[in-house]
């Protein structure tokens, strides 16, 4: 059967490469060419895009998916969505979560793509019955990492539990490129045997054997996979189109992509790379193999914000230092899988056990709400010795975190009338508050006036 191909450069190809910077009219302009090459879907929103939108590029994220779906007439629309945290990296309430996945669809997505950093299904329950709910197929996303316990034990249970849970499909979501060949064909082969809903990977190439792993997983019951166009493609990001449509030809795997409509295409998104390259949004870095990744288990992104951090501190001589704690702190916090927001969490907590030469002297609140369940519960039990170190007697959490939470919209919308015009506007407050409050007040025009103008105090005296 034919392998399925999820084209993901307008999504996490510029998120994973360039900060998530790329425009609404470079997207339109690309999406409406690669409309037309067969793809069995595009991944267009969601992930970092609507943060992206707000805060660093003026644009509304609502009429970027609009105008995405008004040129895409022939290929489904995806997005990425981080369960209870949708697009925000806290827990929102359940109305935010279900009028979220209504305006979704209602504005052009077809695909749900759910995923939660501690795989816990109790955070993907409410964004699950949502997006069924207004008609949308919700593929949910197994965090994949590796630890004594992530085992195909582990995964093929949780795919048994998601299928119950009503999913039309599911994704295995290798955020930080460690699934290797071998695992893969071990991983695809047991998920195949005990599930019937359609299989895809998702991977990055910046251990340097994404490629190697793709091909394991088709030949081991995978439908559908990831890729990028060529031009943003590998690195950090996901394999190329272009290659795996051509390896694939004139076999039983074939995509059939049409090759024309990505040539078309190409020399368009390789232009708009270039001007990345050129105002240092696009790291050349970002383009490399870094397979340390495969030591330390540690994702590309988390990479760089680790030497960030340690930069600020002037502290670059401690790399190596932090790098072997990362596995030490993920242990203690019984095994996360380090994608948002854990990955962050546990790097920083990393510094600092290093930095202060005390491991756990100072402690990120983050962690701390992670240790009394406010995340969701770890994926293994974690040392009583550490929670009683950090957070004393406190007793954790056991219910669903969303449970402790109130509904948010009603106070939402009486807090700002004036900046709220339609369900969208509420929701991107209620998302991104004070970014979103900047944007609408520029777009509706009800900025103050805040120009600053220099006084010549000699022409005033003549």
């Given at each position: 059967m034919a392998v399925k191909i999820v084209e993901t450069s307008l999504r996490d190809g510029h998120q994973s490469l360039c900060a998530t910077r790329m425009t609404t009219d470079e997207i339109v302009a690309m999406a409406e060419i690669l409309d037309r090459a067969g793809y069995y879907a595009m991944e267009v929103w969601g992930g970092a895009t609507f943060d992206s939108c707000l805060r660093f590029l003026d644009e509304d994220p609502w009429e970027r998916l609009r105008r995405i779906r008004a040129v895409c007439k022939n290929t489904k629309l995806q997005m990425l969505f981080r369960g209870q945290n949708m697009l925000g990296y806290r827990n929102y309430a359940d109305d935010v979560v279900d009028l979220f996945c209504k305006k979704s669809i209602e504005n052009g997505i077809d695909i749900i793509r759910i995923f939660d950093a501690l795989n816990d299904i109790r955070n993907l329950r409410q964004p699950v019955l949502s997006t069924k709910k207004y008609g949308g197929s919700v593929q949910i996303a197994l965090s994949y990492t590796t630890s004594p316990i992530h085992t195909v034990e582990y995964y093929v249970n949780l795919a048994?539990?998601?299928?119950?849970?009503?999913?039309?499909?599911?994704?295995?979501?290798?955020?930080?490129?460690?699934?290797?060949?071998?695992?893969?064909?071990?991983?695809f082969t047991g998920l195949r045997k005990n599930t019937k809903l359609p299989l895809e990977l998702h991977g990055h190439c910046t251990g340097g054997i994404c490629e190697m792993t793709y091909l394991a997983a088709i030949e081991s019951g995978c439908d559908i996979i990831d890729t990028c166009l060529s031009p943003l493609s590998n690195g950090t990001a996901q394999p190329s189109t272009q290659a795996f449509n051509l390896a694939l030809a004139g076999t039983l795997d074939a995509p059939g992509l049409d090759s024309k409509v990505l040539n078309e295409c190409e020399p368009l998104m390789e232009k708009t790379k270039q001007k990345y390259l050129a105002n240092g949004m696009l790291n050349p870095k970002a383009l490399s193999v870094n397979p340390n990744i495969l030591t330390y288990q540690v994702p590309g992104g988390m990479l760089s914000n680790l030497m960030s951090q340690l930069k600020a501190q002037n502290a670059m001589d401690r790399y190596d230092e932090v790098l072997k704690e990362v596995p030490l702190v993920r242990k203690d916090m019984g095994y996360p899988p380090l994608v948002t927001p854990l990955s962050q969490m546990?790097?920083?907590?990393?510094?600092?056990?290093?930095?202060?030469?005390?491991?756990?002297?100072?402690?990120?609140?983050?962690?701390?709400?992670?240790?009394?369940?406010?995340?969701?519960?770890?994926?293994?039990?974690?040392?009583?010795?550490?929670?009683?170190?950090?957070?004393?007697?406190?007793?954790p959490i056991t219910c669903r975190p969303a449970d402790l939470l109130s509904p948010e919209m009603p106070a939402?919308?009486?807090?700002?009338?004036?900046?709220?015009?339609?369900?969208?506007?509420?929701?991107?407050?209620?998302?991104?508050?004070?970014?979103?409050?900047?944007f609408l007040s520029r777009k509706y025009g009800l900025e103050e006036d805040t120009e600053e103008f220099e006084i010549n105090v000699k022409e005033l005296k003549k």
């Open positions: 048994k539990e998601i299928e119950e849970l009503g999913a039309d499909s599911i994704c295995v979501k290798d955020m930080a490129g460690v699934l290797t060949p071998a695992a893969a064909r071990a991983l546990v790097g920083t907590q990393a510094v600092l056990n290093v930095l202060m030469g005390e491991r756990y002297k100072i402690v990120a609140k983050e962690i701390k709400d992670y240790l009394k369940g406010r995340y969701g519960k770890s994926p293994a039990p974690i040392d009583p010795v550490i929670i009683k170190k950090i957070i004393g007697d406190e007793k939402i919308r009486k807090k700002y009338p004036e900046l709220i015009k339609c369900d969208e506007d509420a929701l991107s407050l209620a998302l991104f508050e004070n970014e979103a409050k900047d």
